[in-house]
Antibody
Framework: EVQLVESGGGVIRPGGSLRLSCAAS????????MSWVRQVPGKGLEWVCG????????NCIDSVKGRFTISRDNAKNSLDLQMNSLRVEDTALYHC?????????WGQGAPVTVSS | DVVMTQSPLSLPVTVGQPASISCRSN???????????LNWFQQRPGQSPRRLIY???NRDSGVPERFSGSGSGTDFTLRISRVEAEDVGLYYC?????????FGQGTKLEIK
């Protein structure tokens, strides 16, 4: 069974940094691209960043480029999202997901609250 | 970015009746590899999303046969042949053909 477990969420002031991690199990991790998708409570879903199977290709949406960095460690079956210069509008539940074009598994999410 | 527009945004349905959700994109979703990366997700209250349909019409393992997807190009539909109480929740379409992947606003299905 595919399992994706996020950690590292929390409350942070604007301008601060957080690092989210995702522990993956139940599948061959380096066979898959991975992404982070966020959801604002009561609102919709927004794909944030994605990375291919070996980390050689990675991309993020414009609103977080230069602030967020996605990375992976295939030896540890882990996916990370380093978030710097956080803004109030980055407040959301951040899901670790398997896939890029065709997301097929979701973690429960790590809550991130950016507030002064 | 590709804009995905769902309708209706609210869908009250009687148990046992059919339901249909439309998803339209402002760009053609046929990829250069010939596939159409249009997915449907269900999000039950308090849960993470779960994929129901991938590449327009392929049902994921374990998804009841009452769920079906259809469409092409820019116009897609998710159909539920007979709604059950457990189908309550939010439904999202998502395109993965163009970068970045984008989602529809979501359709809230509720039981009348």
């Amino acid at each position: 069974e595919v399992q994706l477990v996020e950690s590292g969420g929390g409350v942070i002031r604007p301008g601060g940094s957080l690092r989210l991690s995702c522990a993956a199990s139940g599948f061959t991790f380096d066979d898959h691209g991975m992404s982070w998708v966020r959801q604002v409570p009561g609102k919709g879903l927004e794909w944030v960043c994605g990375i291919n199977w070996n980390g050689g290709s990675r991309n993020c949406i414009d609103s977080v480029k230069g602030r967020f960095t996605i990375s992976r460690d295939n030896a540890k079956n882990s996916l990370d999202l380093q978030m710097n210069s956080l803004r109030v509008e980055d407040t959301a539940l951040y899901h670790c997901v398997r896939g890029l074009r065709g997301i097929d598994s979701w973690g429960q999410g790590a809550p991130v609250t950016v507030s002064s | 970015d590709v804009v995905m527009t769902q309708s209706p945004l609210s869908l009250p349905v009687t148990v046992g009746q059919p339901a249909s959700i439309s998803c339209r994109s402002n760009q053609n979703l046929v990829s250069s590899d010939g596939d159409t990366y249009l997915n449907w997700f269900q999000q039950r209250p308090g849960q993470s999303p779960r994929r129901l349909i991938y590449k327009v019409s392929n049902r994921d393992s374990g998804v009841p046969e009452r769920f079906s997807g259809s469409g092409s190009g820019t116009d897609f539909t998710l159909r539920i042949s007979r709604v059950e109480a457990e189908d309550v929740g939010l439904y999202y379409c998502m395109q993965g053909t163009h970068w970045p992947p984008t989602f529809g606003q979501g359709t809230k299905l509720e039981i009348k």
